[in-house]
């Protein structure tokens, strides 16, 4: 299995020109989601942790593009993966934008966590999944029909989160604490992130932006 690693991720983000805004998104949800896969993984699980940050850095890799053709970005962002041989991730960055409750009855896997992880950063900033879908529907929800399908949507997602914490002693709440412990999980310093350089800016796992 070919996983990118997390200088190569920041460099292809880097490559494709990603904004800068969609870079700080980027690296949040690979910070949640890095982080509840280390605590279930304590719990038993067994997520792929490099995939799992791999995928989370690209979850956006087609937005640039996607911004100038309108495709749907996730499925632009799977294509590039799988032309450069990254075959493993590209389902997961396919998947990362919608739910259903099949893939919620079933296992916790990498794809689940980046989904729900992307769906905890508004802009940069950790948020409720509640307030993300507020800010979802302000910004797409255009008629009354579709904010009925985002409010269905965000249920799915309240059922999702209670089945990634109930065995984990973090609530959903503690995610959004300032700094995350990923030290602990990964045994790396809290400033590996703070050496990236991305488009002359720095940033680190507890203070992006």
């Known amino acids: 299995m070919l996983i990118p690693t997390r200088e190569q991720c920041l460099s292809l983000l880097e490559q494709v020109r990603m904004p800068l805004h969609i870079q700080r998104h980027s690296l949040r949800v690979a910070q949640i989601a890095s982080y ?16 799992l940050e791999a995928a989370a850095l690209l979850h956006d890799l087609g937005k640039e593009r996607s911004f100038r053709t309108g495709e749907r970005h996730e499925y632009v962002g799977a294509a590039m993966l799988q032309e450069m041989g990254y075959h493993a991730l590209a389902p997961i960055v396919q998947e990362h934008v919608s739910m259903d409750a099949e893939r919620i009855d079933g296992p916790i896997t990498e794809s689940i966590l980046v989904n729900y992880a992307d769906k905890r950063v508004k802009h940069d900033e950790i948020v409720s999944i509640e307030e993300r879908f507020r800010d979802l529907v302000e910004r797409y929800a255009k008629t009354e ?27 959903p709440a503690d995610v959004g604490s300032a700094s995350l412990p990923l030290g602990t999980c990964f045994k790396i310093g809290s400033e590996d992130y703070d050496r990236q350089k991305i488009n002359g800016g720095t940033f680190g796992w507890g203070k992006i932006g």
């Open 36 to 51: 509840l896969g280390c605590l279930l993984n304590q719990n038993g699980n067994r997520l792929n942790l490099p995939l």
């Open 145 to 171: 029909a579709h904010r009925t399908l985002m409010g269905q949507k965000l249920e799915l997602y309240r059922i999702l989160e209670k089945k990634i914490f109930v065995h984990l002693t973090v609530s």
